[in-house]
C-alpha cells in the first residue's frame, strides 16, 4: 500500500501554515492527492482543540492557532515529531480503531527504541512511567481524516509547564530523551513511517 501515498517530509513549518493546507486537501476538491502522510516538527504554539479553552492558562508570547480537532490544547515545539495521515477511512476501519492504530505505531516505534509504553483509559495518546510521551487530535470529514499524532523526541520539556496540557494540570510530559535515549528525528520519522504502513496494510 505504501507505494499508493504520497509522503511530504515538510521539515520544519509553522502549524499555521500546514492546517490550511490539510483541510484544503479534504475539503476543497483536492483529493485526488490523497492519500498522503505528512511529517515533520512545527515551531513553537499552542494549538487549541474543539475541547480546549482559550482562557486556560498560558504563557502569553506563545502563539495559539484555534483548530478544528479533537482534544484540548496542545504544545508543538521544535523536537517533537507531528505525523499527519490525510486519507480516506477504509470501511473496515471506525474512528475509535483508526485512534487505536495511530497509538499502536507510537507504541511499536518506542519498542524499537528500547521504551515501554502504555495507553491510559479515557486519556487518549501515549504514556510511559515518566508521564505523557505522545498527544493525539484528529479530524475526520465525510471518512476523510486529517491531523494526527504527536511524539516528543528530544523536545525541552519545560514550555509543557506554561499550560494545561489536555487539560490535566497534573500531567507530566516526557520525550525519548527524558529516557537517555537520543534517536535522530530522521530515525525515528522512518520508523514512524514503517510501523504505520506495517498497521495500515492489514486494514
Not at 495559539?64 to 505525523?83: A, D, S
Not at 507510537?106 to 483509559?121: A, Y
Not at 519545560?158 to 530523551?177: E, M, Y
Request: aromatic content about 14%; some cysteine.
Amino acid at each position: 500500500m505504501q507505494n499508493k501515498w504520497k509522503i511530504w517530509d515538510f521539515g520544519y513549518q509553522s502549524f499555521s501554515d500546514i492546517e490550511p493546507c490539510m483541510r484544503q486537501l479534504v475539503n476543497q476538491g483536492d483529493r485526488e492527492y490523497i492519500p498522503t502522510l505528512w511529517f515533520g516538527e512545527h515551531y513553537l504554539v499552542v494549538t487549541k482543540g474543539l475541547s480546549g479553552y482559550l482562557d486556560e492558562p498560558f504563557y502569553p508570547f506563545v502563539p495559539c492557532y484555534e483548530t478544528n480537532r479533537g482534544g484540548k490544547l496542545t504544545l508543538h515545539l521544535p523536537g517533537q515529531l507531528v505525523f499527519y495521515p490525510i486519507f480516506k477511512l477504509p470501511a473496515g476501519l471506525n474512528v475509535k480503531q483508526y485512534v487505536h492504530l495511530l497509538e499502536q505505531v507510537v507504541i511499536n516505534t518506542l519498542v524499537e527504541i528500547g521504551i515501554s509504553s502504555f495507553r491510559m483509559e479515557g486519556a487518549p495518546g501515549i504514556y510511559t512511567i515518566a508521564g505523557k510521551i505522545s498527544s493525539i487530535g484528529i479530524r475526520v470529514s465525510q471518512q476523510y481524516c486529517y491531523h494526527g499524532i504527536s511524539l516528543n523526541v528530544s523536545c525541552p520539556l519545560r514550555p509543557f509547564s506554561w499550560l494545561i496540557s489536555c487539560g490535566n494540570p497534573h500531567l507530566k510530559i516526557t520525550s525519548i530523551a527524558d529516557h537517555h535515549f537520543y534517536p535522530s528525528i530522521c530515525s525515528v520519522k522512518k520508523m514512524m513511517q514503517e510501523n504505520f504502513f506495517k498497521l495500515i496494510d492489514k486494514e
